[in-house]
């Protein structure tokens, strides 16, 4: 089967004030694929997925995602894509102590087109398949790191987002988490048919992954 | 349904969470408040000092006065037609003289004043003297201590024939004090029967100084400028050299000073207004340090960067509104204050009125809050245009490192 281009960059160029953190990054991804980029601190990967998530904008080249060019779009184009495209698993998890998971969940709706019936159907399938059930009306800060990553991963998958960004998914997780997090991650978008896309400097997990790319000093290149 | 949050209330709780920026903004919300009062206060004593100076010098000369450049002159039939001929709504003829009261120890130099009982119509003062009897200024009356049906002696220069002659003395009984609200005004001024004073300098009954009030001026017309026309036709139409002013002339230069600080001190004072707002931005720059992490969130959960800005923007005018409302309940509270507490008592001597009374004419409340909201606006326009620029994941990196 040819799988479909999603994701087309082309000498992608990074440079902030006092540090260029991408020198010219080339590659493609397929859709509905699932794909691992390691490197080691600062080596610009999260530049890199960022940039994907439509969270930054790069200095010179080209990001191109479903045939569109991300450096192109106005800042609200680029809030829309971030809202109805793109799901982000963050290392922090980033969930908000002032609400409940449940909320916290619920969020991506709220502050995009409105929570509707569907949208909150599929909140609660999925915190019966990650097993959530009991953390829904609980603070975050009431749950343990795996359960947070849990909740991390409902919100990013709420609202069926074919491109999965996921930044450290592991980084606060033991070994064991570590790896049910990631089938997880690898089992949902599978499901949802998203593209996965992992940055990691774990090469355990990076082992699992069939495509995978390495970034060295803002370059990147394919194994 | 759809539900759609409301993201200018969710950053709020979000923001407010934590009884630190609860702190913060409250401080920053009294501090800009405060600045803004500070601004009305001082418009508003200005205002008042000159309100109150101008009442308390028509109480002692109506609005119009009338002097000769020949000294005495008689009320003739033509200045009479020239005054039914022109909207005077009342006059009184006086004389205005000096001399001296003499008490046991000291003798003071004061103003005697020559005056019917037309003059109390004229000046809306209870005035109603007769011969023998004198009504003081209450300034004086306090520094003799003087009361009323006390005696006075006042030393008078006699009539111009006989000037080179011994001052004549005369005794006078204090029927009453009285109370202009000008400092020199209570302190200089006696008044005597019109009558006795022409007796005294021996001028017949010729008179030194005319007072009077104009009509009331058409709607829509300022006062001033209706009593200045008043004055151009009197001028135009009294045959001799008169010299005829209104009754803010007297303290003229004091009240254009008072107009002139009022203008400087509100141009200064704009200094504080802005450091003001500066914490105002500090606070929204606390906040951006301190969540960084949500304000990332929500980026990526699809906030736009011009999304937080408007946040920020509404959420600086309502701080300006907030501001504005707390600013005017200050006033309200300065304005009991000025008039109650002793120490913020004006030294009179100086000032010429012992209390001041703040007087903000709602131009000059909508002046001073269009003021501090265009200087918000220019703050927080560039410091949002700077912000954006910042990227949140460098500064988001940068916390984590």
Known sequence: MIQKVLINVENVKKAYPKQQALRGVTFAMNESDEYIITGASGSGKSTLLYMLGGLEKPTEGKVEVNGQDLAKMDDEALAIYRNQYVGFVFQFHFLLSSMTCLDNILLPAKLGNGLTKEVRERADQLIKLLKVEHCANKFPFELSGGEQQRINIIRALLLRPKLLLCDEPTGNLDSENSEKVIELLRSLARDFGATLIVVTHDMNIASRFRNRFVMKDGLIQRL | ?401
């Not at chain 2, 002159?73 to 000096?98: A, C, H, W």
């Not at chain 2, 005004?185 to 100084?209: E, F, P, S």
């Not at chain 2, 009509?215 to 139409?237: C, F, S």
Request: proline share 2%.
């Open chain 2, 1 to 401: 349904m759809k539900i759609k949050m409301n993201s200018f209330k969710l950053f709020y709780s979000l923001f407010f969470d934590q009884a630190s920026s609860r702190r913060f903004v409250i401080g920053v919300w009294i501090g800009l408040a405060f600045s803004i009062a500070i601004i009305l206060s001082t418009i508003g004593i200005m205002d008042g000092f000159e309100k109150a100076l101008r009442e308390g010098l028509k109480l002692s000369s109506g609005e119009i006065t009338v002097q000769s450049q020949a000294g005495f002159y008689g009320m003739n039939g033509d200045i009479l037609k020239v005054l039914e001929e022109n909207p005077i709504r009342n006059f009184s003829q006086t004389i205005q003289t000096e001399s001296f009261l003499i008490t046991e120890e000291e003798a003071k130099g004061v103003v005697v004043r020559g005056i019917d009982d037309t003059f109390g119509e004229v000046v809306g003062l209870n005035l109603n003297l007769r011969d023998d009897q004198v009504i003081i200024g209450s300034e004086l009356a306090k520094l003799y201590q003087i009361k009323k049906g006390d005696e006075v002696v006042l030393a008078f220069a006699k009539g111009a024939n006989e000037f080179k002659n011994m001052p004549s003395l005369h005794r006078f009984l204090v029927h009453d004090i009285v109370e202009h609200g000008v400092y020199q005004k209570d302190l200089r001024t006696v008044y005597v029967h019109l009558k006795q004073v022409q007796d005294i300098i021996g001028v017949g009954d010729k008179i030194n100084l005319l007072v009077l009030n104009t009509t009331k001026a058409a709607p829509g017309i300022d006062e001033h400028k209706h009593i200045e026309n008043v004055i151009r036709y009197l001028k135009g139409q009294l045959e001799g050299d008169f010299i005829i002013r209104p009754y803010w002339r007297e303290f003229s230069s004091l009240i254009e000073a008072a107009q002139a600080e009022k203008f400087m001190i509100s141009i200064i004072l704009q200094l504080i207004v802005v450091i003001s707002v500066f914490n105002v931005l500090a606070f929204i720059y606390f906040i951006n340090e301190t969540k960084s992490k949500e304000l990332f969130l929500f980026k990526a959960l699809g906030f736009s960067k011009k999304a937080i800005s408007n946040i920020w923007m509404k959420f600086v005018l309502l701080m300006w509104i907030a501001a504005c409302l707390l600013a005017m309940v200050m006033v309200a509270i300065f304005k009991i204050l000025l008039l109650k507490l002793p120490f913020l008592q004006l030294p009179a001597e100086i000032y010429q009125l012992p209390r001041l009374e703040m007087i903000i004419s709602i131009e000059e409340y909508l002046i001073v809050f269009a003021l501090a909201l265009v200087w918000i606006l220019i703050i927080t326009f560039f410091f949002m245009r700077k912000m954006k620029k910042t990227s949140l994941l460098e500064g988001l990196r940068q916390e984590f490192a």
